[in-house]
């Protein structure tokens, strides 16, 4: 039965291909009009990390191969070495997703020190430079 | 059991048989994460379960190993069976209702009383009625139960027992109570 | 054995579509959390599902995590929702 | 004997499927919110446990992960739809009744004015 | 076949949570709009054979990233142009 799934995957690997690198950018390009376009501070975190997801989509995408399987080692996958996916793409966004949660907690705790001192969260209405 | 619920979560006593009990319901919950019978990851979930269950066994369990005895072990079968039974009835009356064109639903909210007083049995039985033919339990506060009917029969509170509640509670107070 | 999966996955399809439907749509929070909720149950069960297709056991892993770990986010909203975080 | 193990856990996925399906379109169907979390939860529940069993009746040595998986779909769905009506109903969402039966106003009023006193 | 659409669906999903949540003015519909941005996230990468990525996207996308969010809008205001009033908030 996994034979015929990845028989579908073999004869729409271009479908899937545009598919992904598709969403990916349009998630990219979503976070980018947020981060550009908005006022309010926690909308643009909030575009920050849909901006951080689509660059995540766009890195495993680059890293899968057609009629590929994940690359850990488990048992009855032995020899499967040459059908593994490339494990260092996943890594990479591994270690990027947690770095962005990161970024997200420091980027929400200042903003939460802004609002007590400004009373507002909009970035047109923050006019003083030293707080 | 009744002056219990009035004791903090954090100064309840503490005693071998809840110990007992914690350690082996966290040695099985690690047998199901790892799902192997190798010597050295036995030995590891021995010793997490032991410090698990050194630190969280007042916490964790409500009654110690009273309820793993033998005859209670029967009536929990029979409570599996139970409410088996009513979960899968509960899903042919959702999807009769959801079909159907017209709607077939008249809300409200009743009320009944519990005679259960241990916490983890109400709790329990909460879960139960969520999942059983029809209704939901929104709130409970003492041992009065409010629950959202989707076809309220009857307004009255004793009524509303026997029919939603009174199945579970029989096997419940075998299990908690005695 | 390979239609019965096609029937349940396009169930599983149109089932995500109607509750993102209530999502967009739902007056109230609750119903959007709602929308939230069946979202990781349907997900979790496709999750295992697919992991039958690949026949990997690992896969399992990862709807466990979503089994354990998704209802804390809805609870979390209806702490707030209620005022009591 | 694994060939009916295989068409039972078939059956289950199948059925788990159309549950599934069901609780969304309550999700959707259903004219207020107790009524929806009623249906999305029960259906859902039902739909994702008969699912995943069937896997494991697929698989005879994935059980005990698999039984782990039901046990706390089962005990985490009603919990946070239980959350969802509580906090809905202090938040002032009044539920649909055809003959107004609702005996919780009471208790919530009771109760606020004790907290508030 | 039913794959392909399937997947196609699953990106359409995607793309309307992101763009609700980019659209919507009440910044808590926002947050869950991220929720289910990194639901069908997870499932992607778990169709693209990275378990790893999808348990770590699940872990940390549907707890601890709702989670923060909201002790913030708890924090500051959870309308988005500060309109209406952070008492009188009914939604």
Redesign the interface.
Known sequence: ??E??NEIFIKYHEIITIGVYGTAIGLILIGLYAVLMKKNLVKIVIGLSIMDAGIHLLFVGIGYIQNG??P?F?PG?ENAGERMVDPVPQALVLTAIIIGFAITAVALSLIIRLYKHHHTAKIDQIKSLKW | MTNKKSIPLLKRKSSPGKFIYTFLIMFIIWLG?TTSFEPAELITGVFVSLIIALFTDRIFSCCGMRVLMPHKIIYFIQYFFVFIMALIKANFDVARRVISPDLPINPGIVKFKTKLTNSFARLVLANSITLTPGTLTIDAIGNTFYVHWIDVTSEEPEVAYKEIAESFEKILMKIYED | ??I?????????????????????KGP????????????????????????????????????????????????????????A? | MMEILEYIG?AL??I???F??L???G??RMPD?YT??QA?TKA??L??MS??LG?GL??P??IL??L??VI??GV??P???H??????Y??G?IPFSKNNIDKYKKAVKKQIKNLTS | M??I??LI??AV?LL??AV?SIVHRDL??AV??T??VS??L??FF??L?A?DV??TE??IG??LT??IF??TI?NTTRDEDEIIDKENEK?
Not at chain 3, 50 to 67: Q, T
Not at chain 4, 83 to 88: F, T, V
């Open positions: 039965m996994q015929e799934f399987t994940a850990i488990s996958y | 994460f | 054995m390979t019965i999966l096609t029937i349940v996955f396009t169930l599983m399809a149109i089932g995500l579509i109607l509750s993102m439907f209530r999502f967009v109230r929070s609750g119903d959007r959390a709602m929308a939230l909720d069946t979202f990781s149950i349907i997900i979790t069960a496709a999750m295992v599902l697919l992991a039958h297709v690949f026949e990997r056991y690992i896969y399992v892993d990862v709807a466990l995590i979503y089994a354990v770990l998704g209802f804390v986010g809805v609870i979390v909203i209806a702490r707030y929702i209620e005022g975080l | 078939m996925i199948l788990g499927g159309i599934l399906f609780g969304a379109l999700l959707v919110l929806r979390l999305g859902s529940t739909g994702a699912t995943v896997v697929l698989h040595d994935w992960k698999i782990i998986i706390f779909i985490a769905n919990l946070s739809s959350a969802l009506a509580r906090a809905s202090r938040k969402v | 039913i794959f659409i399937l669906i699953m999903l309307a949570a609700y808590l519909f869950m709009g929720g289910i639901v069908v997870s499932l778990y169709l054979q378990p999808a348990l699940a872990a549907i707890a709702t989670i909201i002790i708890r939604l």
